[in-house]
């Protein structure tokens, strides 16, 4: 069994930053994919971002891509989020998740991910 819990959200102006950080228990293994995951009130969940954690490639959803950033510290078990110039739209709680064998054209699938964090709100207002 694979634990994952998120820390780090908050409320953040518009246009300002955030990080928020996933940890996993030892139970994670070179083939896990990692990835975040958001849903806003009354939206389906839908996918931020991923990384694979034995080899560091990343993917990222368009409306993310050139503000986000994702990464992982293998060592200490932890994955990042880094959010810069953040919108209102980024409103949502985000939701750290991984799962093993998952090949890259399923990566964006939530539903390929067999373990979740609880999740932690991400709030962007003025």
């Known amino acids: 069994q694979v634990q994952l819990v998120e820390s780090g959200g908050g409320v953040v102006q518009p246009g300002g930053s955030l990080r928020i950080s996933c940890t996993a228990s030892?139970?994670?293994?070179?083939?896990?994919?990692t990835a975040w995951f958001r849903q806003a009130p009354g939206k389906d969940r839908e996918f931020v971002a991923a990384?694979?954690?034995?080899?560091?490639?990343?993917f990222y959803a368009d409306s993310v891509k050139g503000r986000f950033t994702i990464s992982r510290d293998n060592a200490k078990k932890l994955m990042y989020l880094q959010m810069n110039s953040l919108k209102p739209e980024d409103t949502a709680v985000y939701y750290c998740?991984?799962?093993?064998?998952?090949?890259?054209?399923?990566?964006?699938?939530?539903?390929?991910?067999?373990?979740w964090g609880q999740g932690t709100q991400v709030t962007v207002s003025s």
């Open positions: 990384i694979r954690w034995n080899g560091g490639s990343t």
């Open positions: 030892d139970r994670t293994s070179t083939n896990f994919a």
């Open positions: 998740a991984a799962g093993s064998g998952i090949i890259v054209s399923s990566i964006s699938f939530g539903r390929h991910y067999s373990y």
